[in-house]
């Protein structure tokens, strides 16, 4: 099944966490240049984000899927003391084959993907197919975009 992840850094050394944590998943089909992103929400203070898109082929459903994410984040040192706060890893299903899915812990697709920037930019340069037509007029934040991991 193809799925899509967003993953984010902003915290320690952000490429390094991200390369780990593509280097630890299954079934990578592409992975987006990177992108250096402000933060959205969140505390005033926080150092840029580093956000790259992985399109996976996997057998896991997005219940499996979102435990890979957390072992992520968890392996990666992730504290989530405060919401949208900085963090060392953020890894978050934005697409899903077996979506869309509506429940409180896990919605597919994710529910503010369209409107983000950062979700967006790499989003199309892997999966064109899933940017809507008009997401760069309507997506907030700036980016820019740095090359490859």
């Known amino acids: 099944m193809r799925a899509l992840l967003g993953l984010g ?53 997005p219940r499996a899927l979102l435990g890979v994410c957390h072992r992520l984040e968890a392996a990666a040192g992730r504290v989530r003391d405060e919401r949208w706060g900085p963090r060392t890893l953020d890894v978050d299903i934005l697409w899903h084959e077996a979506g869309p899915i509506d429940e409180p812990d896990l919605q597919i697709p994710h529910p503010r993907m369209y409107e983000r920037r950062f979700v967006m930019a790499p989003l199309a340069d892997i999966a064109p197919d899933l940017a809507p037509d008009g997401w760069a007029e309507r997506a907030e934040g700036r980016v820019a975009r740095l090359g490859w991991l």
């Open 9 to 61: 850094s902003n915290l320690g050394d952000r490429r390094a966490y991200l390369r780990e944590a593509v280097g630890s998943l299954k079934g990578v089909v592409a992975v987006s240049p990177v992108y250096e992103t402000e933060p959205v929400g969140g505390p005033d203070g926080q150092g840029p984000y580093l956000n790259i898109v992985v399109e996976l082929d996997t057998d896991l459903d």
